[in-house]
């Protein structure tokens, strides 16, 4: 798998820059005296009084007073929803029964990475792991976490979480689990169903227009036996991420299962559904899918449908989208169908 750059310019290795977490942190051991001033003054205030170091130290000693509950949560992978709490000290990852935090999948090392906690920092270290060890999609050596990084580790992604609300932010994870994806952070088939039932309801109501786009990735059975599970994951997210850049807010984007989506298009007539779709299916099949030694060419199938009054269950819609896909695979793939 190869990460895409998302503008994070935190420390990746060893040789990189120090980040402004430990030019905090020496200040802290440098100057004792900002222990007392974390304590009674507000980063606000000092910013009109001290330079700028001594607030990033002052700001950092804060956040280490608010940390000690670190914890990571299996968004993606065979034990989703696990908390594993990570107390100070070293937490090895891998598939060997040994390590701290055992994942099975077969992508990941026997000893993979390790997560060192210690002082409220955690810091996430590649164990010289087969496939790499990624963090928001970019492969790391060794690296500061912060709350909100997705780990992953082989082909499963973990969340770091950590602050003192950690429990309330663990508790929303866990509701996000159950309308989300974990791989491509779209809308999960539970939540398309529940949204397609809701404008389905609406459109029959007021006699609005809907329509119902359902794509799906050619031949993808083939990028998995060819290249591997890490790379088909891979392609499922960047093509997840091609259908969110083009999605307005009412729309509704969901991995519909495996290497399926899903597209809820309100107030959007076939004509229109249809052109999305094939500006959907033209940016996939110029994107550069890339891979360790290379790039993947990658297309994809679209079946479209509209509403019809006579239609009387959100199901029906489904199934006229799905049989269109299905024709536009017949037909060669890499191509739209909508009537």
Known sequence: MVGTPNGDDRTLTEEQP?????????????????AELASRRSPAGLERDTDRATVVAVQRFKERMDTGHECLVEIY???LGANHRLAPGRWVVGRSLECDIVVTAGSVSRQHAAFSVQNGAVWLEDL???NGTYVNDRPVKRLLLQSGDLVAIGSTIFKFLAGSNVEA?????????????????LFNKAYFHEALDREFRRSQRYHRPLSLVMLDIDHFKRVNDDYGHLVGDHVIKEVAGILRSRARSLETVARYGGEEFGLILPETEVTGAAILAEVLRGLVDEHPFEIDDGTL??????GVAEYDPEMKHPDELVALADSRLYLAKEGGRNRVVSG
């Open 18 to 34: 120090t980040s402004t977490a430990e030019e905090g942190d020496e200040l802290l051991r440098t100057q004792p005296g900002l």
């Open 169 to 185: 932010a663990y508790h929303e994870e866990i509701y996000r689990m159950t309308i989300e994806d974990g791989l491509t952070q």
């Open 77 to 79: 992978g065979d034990n």
């Open 297 to 302: 060419h990658v297309t994809v199938s679209l």
């Open 128 to 130: 010289q792991s087969t």
